[in-house]
């Protein structure tokens, strides 16, 4: 599908967002170990959350949908079945990292596949660790989809200092690690975000500059009833959007704040953005705010690399808005986001380069000096089927003079279904 933007003056109104991915993911895979029923309020109908839903029903989970609300009848982390078929992640890292720490913990015989583009991310940041705790493990080339996972002696506990900061990674073997008879111990010097820890309520104790992060087969696993938080990764491209157009003011209900997430805001508050928190309280282990932001003066910024595991999924949308800031930024230490859904430090580098930007293009960040009378050349620009790539494109391109058109726009529909309408709406 391809999706025509047609500029706008201003971006006015309230958004409620999409339910956040990555808690979505966990709620159910989690759910699914524990022994017996849980529920989970506002279950995101996006495609990568649906993806992991039916590989842990092929894993014999009964998972009752009820529009956005889902019961999840545990089966224990020993109950799990052998699927008939092979468990299609789709276009879903998070399914794939995760679940590969479950049925390679658990010993399942399975075979993990994917979409052309997750089929082209490498997997052996978790292989080689899986194999080390020892899972008997098969992939393409040893290193891509399909993972083919078989039955093995028992999990070996260790201690795993993450090679690099990733979630995906530090989780897969964490949960892996549910699976041992005493604890596997995993090493965090740059911190990533933390849903796996502070769901399972996992043991954590200070190290170094970082944390160690526990688990085993003692961890008891207790049902519970989820409510999934709008998502803050989505919440991001109205932040900007908002901030980068004139007379815009837009309101963001029910966001998750999760501080190993929020560093986008505070990196935008530096900026200068004029952004309200209010309503800040708990839902269930994760914390929940109202986000209101206004148009906005942006300053140039150098982001840390420090932070870039904070903001890695918000960082297409921060280039967005360094476009707009006065002056020179730069984005480093960034290498990773090479190898998410597509390659988006080229992805953007094009994306903002049509558009007329001026951006210089490194090894691990990118450079782009703003201005903040900039207005983005019209353009059609490629998605790559990566839905953050879609939405940054169309942020941008809400603020230039002409329509732009964005190809295969559908790709939004893996994080948030409803962004074409939700931009309509808001747009004037
Ligand atoms: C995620 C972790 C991040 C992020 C991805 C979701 C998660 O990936 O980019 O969208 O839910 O754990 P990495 O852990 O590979 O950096």
């Known amino acids: 599908m391809v999706e025509t933007v047609q500029p706008a003056l201003a971006l006015n109104g309230t958004i409620s967002l999409p339910p956040d991915k990555s808690i979505s993911h966990r709620s159910v895979l989690f759910a699914s170990l524990a022994d017996g029923a849980s529920t989970v309020h506002n279950y995101s109908s996006a495609a990568d959350p649906e993806s992991t839903v039916s590989c ?34 789709g276009n879903s890292g998070t399914t794939m990292r995760l679940l590969s720490g479950i049925v390679a ?10 979409d052309e583009s997750l089929s082209a991310r490498t997997m052996k940041r978790i292989i080689d660790p899986l194999r080390s705790m020892g899972a008997v493990i098969e992939a393409a080339d040893n290193e891509f989809a399909p993972i083919k996972i078989k039955p093995h002696s028992g ?34 010097q740059v911190p990533s975000r933390d849903h796996t820890e502070r769901l399972l309520g996992l043991r954590s104790e200070p190290y ?87 148009s906005s003066e942006l300053k140039s910024i150098n982001i840390n690399p420090a932070l870039i595991p904070n903001c890695i999924d918000e960082l297409p949308i921060l280039m967005v808005a360094l476009c707009f800031a006065d002056g020179r930024s730069s ?73 732009s058109t964005i190809l295969d726009a559908e790709c939004t529909s893996i994080s948030y279904p409803q962004f074409w309408t939700h931009l309509q709406r808001v747009s004037q």
């Open 208 to 294: 170094g500059q970082g944390k160690i992060i526990s688990s085993s087969r003692l961890d008891k696993l207790p049902t519970q009833s989820y409510t999934i938080p709008g998502d803050f990764s989505a919440a991001a491209f109205w932040m900007v959007g908002a901030a980068i157009h004139d007379e815009s003011a837009l309101v963001l209900e029910n966001v998750g704040m999760n501080p190993s997430r929020t560093a986008a805001l505070h990196i935008l508050q530096q900026m200068g953005a004029l952004i309200d928190i209010t309503n800040e309280r708990m839902q269930g282990r994760e914390p929940v705010a109202d986000i209101a932001i206004r």
């Open 331 to 403: 984005i480093t230490g960034a290498e990773e986001l090479r190898h998410k859904e597509t390659d988006r430090l080229s992805a953007m580098y094009n994306i903002l380069s049509a558009a007329g930007a001026d951006v210089d293009l490194r090894p691990d960040g990118i450079i782009i000096t703003g201005d903040p009378d900039f207005t983005p050349k019209a353009a059609e620009f490629e998605s790559h089927h990566d839905h953050r790539m879609a939405m940054a494109a169309a942020i941008l391109s809400s603020v230039s003079e002409e329509p």
């Open 105 to 114: 913990g658990a010993g399942i015989e399975s075979t993990l596949i994917g």
């Open 155 to 188: 999990i070996k506990p260790m201690r795993y200092p993450l090679p690099i900061a990733s979630a995906q990674l530090k989780s897969c073997v964490l949960l892996a690690g549910l699976f041992g008879e005493s604890d596997t111990e995993v090493v965090e």
């Open 56 to 89: 842990m029903r092929q894993l014999g989970v009964r998972i009752d949908k009820d529009d956005d609300n889902l019961v999840v009848h545990g089966v224990g982390r020993n109950g799990l079945k052998t699927p008939e078929d092979p468990l299609d992640c």
